[in-house]
Structures are given as structure tokens and as C-alpha cells.
């Protein structure tokens, strides 16, 4: 369970961490501890870095736009992330925005974009996807921050997927069925952790016939039906790894 210090704003920092280092900040993470939360010299932080665990540091120095910390001890160790991946066809701004900061709180490992036919984002912006895992994370409380992947063609992307990972491909043209029962069946062939999964959602257009039945060759995979009515995609999104989550990742078995 993450017995989280709420009175202690919590910054990712890409910086090793280590008992007595001295953590430079950026000139946004400065201004918000100085002049957004007001905090003083001394006053207590939390800092992690995707790789050391979680340390309690202090504000050491505030010089305009330069803050510095000093980091005391580990709070947290490390944790690694799920084995959980999102493919997702990239949205438009906001949605996709919301898209990233869900899948980081809802535990993904890794975030994948796909590129179907009938997806509508043509360009990408990785720094900003990236931006949004951040924020989530500092966030929800997680110590590993998932890599955003640069978007791949969906059949290179399903090529490059372990033949191992149970690949759960959201369709709204699957026929009806409890999607618990779906989940916890295919589980019963895994190992009895956490098993390693992917979660797949198409673009707002859907995927298109021909990659439906490319999809449906592939071994090792739940076809879901979440529900009578079409979801947005960012909607499926949250609500499939909510199911995979519960059922097979880390609602489940907690580590
Ligand atoms: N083709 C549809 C909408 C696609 S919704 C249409 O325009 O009528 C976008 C994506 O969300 C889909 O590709 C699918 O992956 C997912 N999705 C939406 N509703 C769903 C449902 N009820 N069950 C499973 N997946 C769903």
C-alpha cells in the first residue's frame, strides 16, 4: 500500500539520487515550490527519479528560478513497473492528453502508439506525451515512469509483441460475454501472478475490417467486448485496464 506524505509536494527528478546529493531543479519545478506552494529553505520534499526509490529531501537553496535540494533519505525503494502495455491509436489534444495521464494511474508499463488506417492524429508529439507521464506519476504515488514509445505501424507492432503477452484487443464487434469471465479464463493457462499483458485500443473510426481479422490470427488473445455501447476511445481505454487490472495485474495481486 503507498502510505503517501501528502504535506510533502512529490517531483520527479532526473537526477541520481543518493543520501546528502544535491539536487538541481528546473527553473518550472523552482517556481512552483517558491511561488506556487510558497515553501522555504528547509521545507520537506519528496523526490524520485524512475530508478532509486523515493527519498525525503529539503528545499537547500531557493535563488530565483534555481532551486536546489538536499536529499536526506529513502522513503520508497524501487519498484518495477507492471507488465502491462497500452497500443493505442493516438487522439487529438486533450484526449490524448487524458489518455496518457489515465494509463500512467492506472499502472500501465509501457505506452505504445499505433497507427491504424483510420487514426487521426498524424503527428505525435512524444515530449508532450512524456510530459503528461511525469505529471501522473508525480501524482499517483508510482516509482517507475513508463517509456512513451515513438508510434509504430499496428502490424510491426503486433510483429514486435512477445508471443507470450496475453494481448487484450478491445472490439465493440465482439460478440457479448462477461468480460470478467473472459479475462479470468484466458488466465487460468498463465502462471499465478500478475501475467504480462497488453491492452489494445483502435482510433474513434475503429479499426478497420482488414486489420480486425489480421488481429483475430494472432495467438494468446482476449477479444473484449466492454459493454452494450461504443465507447470513446479514451473512454475503452480506461475501462479495459480497469478490467485487465482487476482480473489479471496489480488490483489483483498487489505487490
Ligand atoms: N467503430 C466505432 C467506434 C470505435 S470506438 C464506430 O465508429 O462506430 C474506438 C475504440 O474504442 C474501438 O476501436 C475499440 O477498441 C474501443 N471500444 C469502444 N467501445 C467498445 C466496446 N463496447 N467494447 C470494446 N471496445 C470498445
Known amino acids: 500500500m503507498i502510505l503517501q506524505d501528502f504535506a510533502s509536494p512529490r517531483l520527479f527528478v532526473d537526477h541520481p539520487l543518493a543520501a546528502e546529493s544535491k539536487v538541481p531543479l528546473s527553473p518550472s519545478q523552482s517556481h512552483y515550490l517558491a511561488s506556487v506552494l510558497r515553501r522555504k529553505v528547509g521545507a520537506p520534499v519528496l523526490v524520485f527519479n524512475g ?17 536546489v535540494l538536499r536529499v536526506i533519505e529513502q522513503a520508497r525503494r524501487q519498484t518495477p513497473p507492471c507488465d502491462l502495455h497500452l497500443l493505442f491509436a493516438p487522439l487529438k489534444h486533450a484526449r490524448l492528453d487524458y489518455v ?8 500501465v508499463g509501457s505506452i505504445r502508439p499505433v497507427m491504424t488506417q483510420r487514426t487521426q492524429a498524424a503527428r505525435v508529439n512524444l515530449a ?53 469471465a473472459m479475462l479470468a479464463q484466458a488466465f487460468t493457462k498463465s502462471t499465478g501472478g500478475p501475467a504480462s499483458l497488453a491492452v489494445l485500443v483502435g482510433p474513434e473510426g475503429g479499426f478497420t475490417q482488414d486489420e480486425r481479422l489480421a488481429l483475430l490470427q494472432r495467438g494468446n488473445l482476449v477479444r473484449l467486448r466492454l459493454g452494450p455501447r461504443i465507447l470513446r476511445a479514451d473512454t475503452a481505454a480506461v475501462a479495459a485496464l480497469a478490467v485487465a487490472q482487476s482480473v489479471l495485474g496489480d488490483w489483483r495481486f498487489e505487490r
Not at 530508478?51 to 532551486?67: I, Y
Open 100 to 107: 496518457v495521464q489515465k494509463a500512467v494511474e492506472m499502472g
Open 128 to 180: 508532450r506525451m512524456r510530459a503528461n507521464v511525469v505529471e501522473a506519476a508525480e501524482q499517483c504515488g508510482i516509482l517507475a515512469l513508463p517509456p512513451v514509445d515513438t508510434p509504430a505501424p499496428l502490424a510491426l507492432a503486433l510483429k514486435n509483441l512477445d508471443a507470450g503477452r496475453l494481448l487484450i484487443f478491445c472490439d465493440e464487434a465482439a460478440p457479448s460475454g462477461d468480460p470478467v
Open 51 to 67: 530508478r532509486d526509490g523515493e527519498w525525503r529531501a529539503e528545499v537547500a537553496a531557493q535563488n530565483r528560478g534555481a532551486g
